[in-house]
Each structure stands twice: as C-alpha cells, then as structure tokens.
C-alpha cells in the first residue's frame, strides 16, 4: 500500500461507511475492504479508473465532484476522505462543508504551498513552483486553489471545522521534529481529520 494511503488507513475504524472522493484506482478503498471489512464507495470521473475500481469489486460511481455532493443524505457516512484532490475542485470550502454534512468526520490530504523550497523558487526565480510535491507548470497544473497549512487551519475555523488531528509529512511521506515543530514550512503534505464543530 502507497504510504500516504497507510497514513490514512491508520485513521479508520473497522466497519466504518466510508466514501472516498476521487477514489482512483480504488487503492485505498480495496484495502480498506480486505483490512478492515468497511462498507465503501468511490467517486470518480475518469472511465479508465472506474473499469480498475470495478476489477478489484470495489463500489464506485461515476461523478464529477465540482457538480457537488447533493445526492447523498446527511450523516450517509462515518468517513469521507479526500486524497490530495481538494485543491483541484472549484469550491473547496464548500466541499468540505459538503464532507461533514454527509460524513461524521474528514480526512483531507494535500500539498503545501508554504514549503521552504516554493518560498525560495518563487523569491530566486520570481516564477510558480515546480518542485516534488508540486510537479506541474503553472498552464498545465490540474491545481486551482493552492494553499499553505496556515491558509487551510484559518478556513477551518472560519467555517467552524473541528481540526481533531493533523499528520504534517515530507515528499516521502515521513515525518521528523523539523517538520513537527514548523510544519508549515518543512512539510510537503498534510493529513487532516476534521469533524464538526461541537459534534
């Protein structure tokens, strides 16, 4: 299992109802499955992915997020997960708002744009990044709404998001005191699990 996708597995109960947005290949719903006998379904929009899904018996729905989550009821889940997926829809904010209506709790994982190597190809350069964890041209990138972990904790508590615990990791997916004590800018990716505020 990719690493990333291990990080968020160790963050599900057994039997949960997840529902995994932009599921792929249906990596982390097929093990979640073998592992933890949860009852999962995947959104996903490319047909290649969806034909995978389907191969490995995972439940998958072809869906294109930015058109919303309005065919799932309230509290239809225990977990809704979003794996480095948020920056490209056109509303994030509302997505996630959209997460813990439907779900108890969230895992959202994506890049920082806050990392020391951005900072410093940006202020050397005067250009858009292009490094590891954020490999594409500013024309080509399916990245719309790139943000630091600062930015995403302020959302957070504008929106009244319940921050329960975050997992900051370099490219490798591995975590070290650098990164624990200023994760903003020694750490790549970051996995959140937010719930409700007061739940």
Same mark, same amino acid.
């Given at each position: 299992m990719r690493p990333d996708l291990k990080i968020i597995s160790d963050l599900i109960k057994p039997g949960a109802r997840v529902l995994d947005l932009g599921c792929g290949e249906g990596d982390l719903l097929a093990q979640l499955q073998e592992d933890k006998q949860v009852n999962g379904y995947g959104l996903e929009i490319d047909a290649r992915n969806i034909t995978v899904c389907v191969d490995k018996g995972v439940n998958v729905i072809e869906q294109d997020l930015d058109e919303g989550l309005e065919n799932f009821a309230n509290d239809s889940f225990d977990m809704v997960v979003m794996t480095e997926t948020l920056q490209? *829809? =056109?509303?994030?904010?509302?997505?996630?708002?959209?997460?813990?209506? $439907?779900?108890?709790?969230? $895992?959202?994982?994506?890049?920082?744009?806050?990392?020391? /190597?951005?900072?410093?190809?940006?202020?050397?350069?005067? /250009?858009?990044? *292009?490094? =590891?964890?954020?490999?594409?041209?500013?024309?080509?990138?399916?990245?719309?709404?790139?943000?630091?972990?600062?930015?995403?904790?302020?959302?957070?508590?504008? =929106?009244?998001?319940?921050?329960?615990? /975050?997992? *900051? *990791?370099?490219?490798?997916?591995?975590?070290?005191?650098? $990164?624990?004590?200023?994760?903003?800018?020694?750490?790549? $990716?970051?996995?959140?699990?937010?719930? /409700?505020?007061?739940?």
């Amino acid at each position: 299992m990719r690493p990333d996708l291990k990080i968020i597995s160790d963050l599900i109960k057994p039997g949960a109802r997840v529902l995994d947005l932009g599921c792929g290949e249906g990596d982390l719903l097929a093990q979640l499955q073998e592992d933890k006998q949860v009852n999962g379904y995947g959104l996903e929009i490319d047909a290649r992915n969806i034909t995978v899904c389907v191969d490995k018996g995972v439940n998958v729905i072809e869906q294109d997020l930015d058109e919303g989550l309005e065919n799932f009821a309230n509290d239809s889940f225990d977990m809704v997960v979003m794996t480095e997926t948020l920056q490209s *829809v =056109k509303a994030p904010d509302h997505m996630l708002e959209e997460m813990l209506r $439907i779900g108890e709790q969230c $895992i959202v994982t994506f890049p920082n744009f806050g990392y020391w /190597r951005c900072r410093l190809y940006l202020a050397t350069r005067g /250009r858009m990044p *292009v490094v =590891k964890h954020l490999p594409h041209s500013w024309f080509n990138t399916p990245n719309i709404h790139l943000c630091t972990f600062h930015d995403f904790e302020r959302l957070c508590r504008d =929106k009244g998001l319940d921050i329960i615990e /975050r997992f *900051v *990791v370099d490219a490798a997916h591995v975590n070290g005191p650098l $990164i624990n004590r200023f994760p903003n800018f020694f750490g790549t $990716i970051a996995f959140y699990r937010l719930g /409700r505020e007061n739940s």
